[in-house]
């Protein structure tokens, strides 16, 4: 049993790595690695796929994404110390995603927070302003989208920096949905967006506010509450009663925001820094 990079999936490795993920999906209760990870297994993206062999069996699998370095996530979501240093040696930066509890040795650095929270939508939250609220327009609407997103996440490290082949990507999975996807103009230009993802093959249907934004322009003018109110309800109409999302932890105004809507952390994902 040995940890091995493998640049492109055979067909086999790549069954058995889906095969681990379903099973770690209903083993967890939730999503077992992080959906870009999961995509570049789906479509077969070379490079920076490492898995765990026993025999002529893929047992573990981890992404590492060429990100300032290697950033890494193990199916299930631990840390493997053996994996870590195996990495180590061709990269002179890694960083690993920890989901929820699991253990890690003492002198890995924690260099962010991500929090996974839910709220229930028994009594989803209304507003009967809906003017300017409409549907994305895949025809026109996403270059105007895409400034918009990368605008509002100008600082993020992943979220800010989005182009229209990333776009289009995610338009083609099987889950995206045009009409669950909410636009709010004002004076023709967007002011905020709630793109919303439900998980409608999971063992508990849920609503996911996949991205979530406002213009920065119009911060502090109750877009966001507006926003928010707007895609709960978008969930809830669907007969979904379960929403999640995942915020940075030192983002208070919007955990504050999230809160204030009813949501509560759930778990605490954390990305450690290989010394």
């Not at 058995?16 to 077992?32: A, F, K, N, P, V």
């Not at 302003?129 to 490290?157: K, Q, T, Y």
């Not at 636009?183 to 093959?201: N, R, T």
């Not at 991205?211 to 007969?239: E, N, T």
Request: aromatic fraction near 10%; charge should be negative.
């Amino acid at each position: 049993m040995a940890w091995r990079e493998s640049i492109v999936l055979t067909p086999s490795e790549r069954r058995d790595i889906l095969d681990l993920c379903l099973t770690w999906d209903d083993l967890l209760g939730r999503e077992s690695i992080d959906e870009t990870r999961r995509r570049r297994v789906q479509h077969n993206s070379p490079g920076g796929h490492w898995l765990n062999v026993e025999g002529d069996r893929v047992i573990g699998y981890a992404g590492a994404l060429s990100h300032q370095g290697a950033e890494v996530e193990m199916l299930g979501g631990q840390f493997d110390a053996t994996l870590a240093a195996a990495i180590r040696r061709d990269r002179s930066v890694v960083r690993w995603w920890l989901r929820g509890s699991n253990p890690y040795p003492a002198d890995l650095r924690v260099v962010r927070q991500l929090n996974f929270m839910r709220a229930e939508l028994a009594t989803a939250p209304r507003s009967d302003a809906r003017e300017g609220l409409r549907r994305i327009n895949l025809g026109r609407d996403v270059d105007a989208w895409i400034a918009h997103n990368n605008a509002s996440f100008a600082n993020h490290p992943e979220q800010g920096s989005w182009t229209k082949e990333d776009f289009e990507a995610r338009a083609q999975e099987p889950w995206f949905d045009p009409s669950a996807f909410l636009l709010w103009e004002v004076d023709d230009d967007i002011a905020a967006s709630c793109w919303i993802k439900f998980h409608e093959l999971a063992a508990e249907r849920v609503g996911e506010i996949y991205v979530f934004s406002v213009d920065p322009q119009v911060q502090g003018q109750g877009w966001g509450h507006r926003m928010l109110d707007a895609g709960l309800a978008a969930i809830s109409d669907r007969g979904v009663h379960h929403a999640v999302l995942y915020v940075d932890a030192d983002n208070l105004a919007a955990t504050a925001l999230y809160e204030s809507a009813g949501f509560t952390t759930r778990r605490q994902d954390l990305l450690l820094q290989i010394p």
